[in-house]
């Protein structure tokens, strides 16, 4: 674990720089968080993992595999953005192992974005926010319950179509469910989850939840984006899609798993030492130094 920790807190244009060196082409954005891989233009993965270590063998994370057709759309996605929605596209290094990413100018047309989306979906900055409008669309169509997965849920005042949707979906006796990560260091975080909280959802976490995912028991999503009101939903760079029969059963059981074994409950007023004994237990396991 202390190998981990120490190799995530690396430089990560220095990170960059070893693959660099090795001969990819690397561009940037400041507002990416979509994750996922494209093979020979006809097989893909899209996935909830950053390129960590932690990400890919201690986080819980959810990802699938991506048909033809959904590679097609991401594949073109993928070339517009990089080409003209890549803010950082010169990768330098200087002495001193210094590295550096020079800025360019170029400008993305929202017309040379995918338009018809085949289960595919996706975020980029405030012009397109389908993932956003299918996980309302999934709430809006339950029938007797929700599961939802994510990382964090911050920022809900600046999604009140999400809010009034659970609520709704509660008021017609739909049963709400979320995992999450447990950070009773984030006051945000927690804010948020009480709001939701005090709508009916019950939430439980884990303190290494990464996934992402929302299903009614009859159709699901699975997306990079995060329950946040700042980034992801509305705004930045993120990739989702919809699942066939049997992906979308493989989620659920999932998501389901993830909740019925959750180590922790969400309480709106837990009592002190609970907090204090959760949070030394966080930092035991994360190798953070508390005094």
């Known amino acids: 674990r202390k190998r981990l920790l120490r190799a995530e807190k690396r430089n990560p244009l220095d990170i960059l720089g070893t693959l660099y060196d090795c001969g990819a082409h690397i561009r940037a954005a400041a507002s990416i968080h979509a994750k996922f891989f494209i093979f020979d233009g006809n097989f893909g993965i899209l996935t909830s993992a950053n390129i960590t270590s932690p990400s890919l063998t201690l986080n819980p994370e959810s990802g699938i595999t991506l048909n033809a057709e959904k590679v097609k759309d991401i ?3 993928f070339d517009v953005i990089y080409r003209f929605g890549t803010t950082f596209n010169h990768f330098k290094s200087a002495g001193n192992n210094k590295r550096f990413i020079i800025q360019n100018l170029e400008i993305l047309d929202d017309d040379w974005l995918p338009v018809k989306d085949h289960d595919f979906l996706f975020t980029y900055d405030k012009v397109r926010n389908s993932i956003y409008e299918s996980i309302l669309k999934v709430i809006k169509e339950a029938k007797a319950e929700i599961i939802l997965s994510t990382y964090s849920i911050i920022e809900l005042s600046k999604l009140p179509e999400f809010v009034e949707e659970v609520k709704i979906a509660i008021d017609r006796n739909v049963k709400m469910k979320i995992f999450c990560r447990g950070m009773n260091y984030r006051f945000d975080h927690l804010l948020n ?3 939701l909280a005090e709508l009916g959802c019950e939430i439980r976490v884990d303190l290494f939840n990464h996934s992402k995912g929302i299903s009614n028991g009859r ?3 699975i997306f990079t984006a995060n ?3 700042n980034h992801g939903l509305k705004e930045g760079f993120e990739v989702g899609a919809y699942l066939d029969s049997d992906q979308a059963d493989a989620l659920y ?3 389901h ?3 019925d074994n959750a180590p922790y409950i969400f309480e709106e007023n837990p009592k002190r030492e609970v907090f204090f ?5 966080y930092c035991t396991q994360k190798g953070i130094k508390t005094n």
Not at 277 to 281: A, G, L, M
């Open 227 to 229: 329950i946040d009101g």
């Open 193 to 195: 989850c009480q709001k």
């Open 75 to 77: 594949e073109r996605l």
């Open 219 to 221: 159709e699901a999503i």
């Open 257 to 259: 798993w993830q909740f």
């Open 277 to 281: 004994e959760t949070n030394d237990w």
């Open 253 to 255: 059981r999932f998501m």
